[in-house]
């Protein structure tokens, strides 16, 4: 089994920036995709953004909505996966959760190996 844990979360005002972090504890020897999902309230969880588990890492790719101004990386230690969020709009407020599977690129939300329990980003006028 592997467990997410993110954090990052906060309240922050439009055109600032956050990022969010999860970390992988547990079963993470196998190799896997990491990425994030979000769910604004009122509205369907959707997928945001994911990088993929090889030697380097170099895989990546966002949703239009994010392209350009939110960035995913993996940690030296390849378990931990950050999320730098630019130019942060209303619209980005929801719940961030992170996700793992062992499949690239990644499943929908409801397919994925593990997924953590989430952290609130708010962003203000």
């Known amino acids: 089994q592997v467990q997410l844990v993110e954090s990052g979360g906060g309240l922050v005002q439009a055109g600032g920036s956050l990022r969010l972090s999860c970390a992988a504890s547990?079963?993470?020897?196998?190799?896997?995709?990491l990425g994030w999902y979000r769910q604004a309230p009122g509205k369907e969880r959707e997928f945001v953004s994911a990088?993929?588990?090889?030697?380097?890492?170099?895989?990546?790719y966002y949703s239009d909505s994010v392209k350009g101004r939110f960035s995913i990386s993996r940690g030296n230690a390849k378990n931990t996966v950050y999320l730098q969020m630019n130019s942060l709009k209303p619209e980005d407020t929801a719940v961030y959760y992170c996700?793992?599977?062992?499949?690239?690129?990644?499943?929908?939300?409801?397919?994925?190996?593990?997924r953590g329990k989430g952290t609130l980003v708010t962003v203000s006028e």
């Open positions: 996700g793992a599977s062992g499949r690239w690129p990644l499943p929908r939300w409801d397919d994925l190996d593990y």
């Open positions: 547990g079963r993470t020897s196998s190799p896997y995709a």
């Open positions: 990088v993929s588990w090889g030697q380097f890492s170099t895989d990546t």
